[in-house]
């Protein structure tokens, strides 16, 4: 049995090239349900207090608004995967405090993505976000962005730890 596994971890090994540029989305979930994911998230507030939200709709975790973030990749810096994220998930650039302001750890019933150590750090827009993914109408669509003045009724359940925040 070991010379088998090890065969089908060399066959997942070379059918995954370099991790840094993210997993395949099978081999992720499977990942997923063997270690803990750690992810930052962007508290992103302007002079108003309003904070940016985008809207996310997946299978495991629904759809509502949430706090732009995501997992950091192998050998990724925390303050790469927050550059990463403002350019993919708003079109624009950030900075940040280099510590985080929160430090959560969520354990879910879920098998697949349900141990996540989440890193919530505060930034500021050093340019506005897209325009063309700014959220005008509802219901949003995924990847669109908003500024809320107030925590949003339909924020994902995962995510209503940072409510005191927004």
Partial sequence: MESALRRCIE???AAIGDPRGGLP?????FVSRLTPLINVDLLIQDERARTLLTWRDDDLF???WHVPGGIIR???STAGRIRACA???LGTTVAFDDTPLLLVEAIADQRTRGHHVSLLFRCRLLQPADPARRADGD??????WRWHDRCPPDLLAAQRVYA???
């Fill in 11 to 13: 066959r997942l090994d």
């Fill in 25 to 29: 989305d099978e081999i992720f979930r």
């Fill in 62 to 64: 629904g759809a509502g």
């Fill in 74 to 76: 192998y050998k990724e």
């Fill in 87 to 89: 350019h993919d998930e």
């Fill in 139 to 144: 219901p949003p669509s995924v990847g669109q």
């Fill in 164 to 166: 005191r925040f927004l």
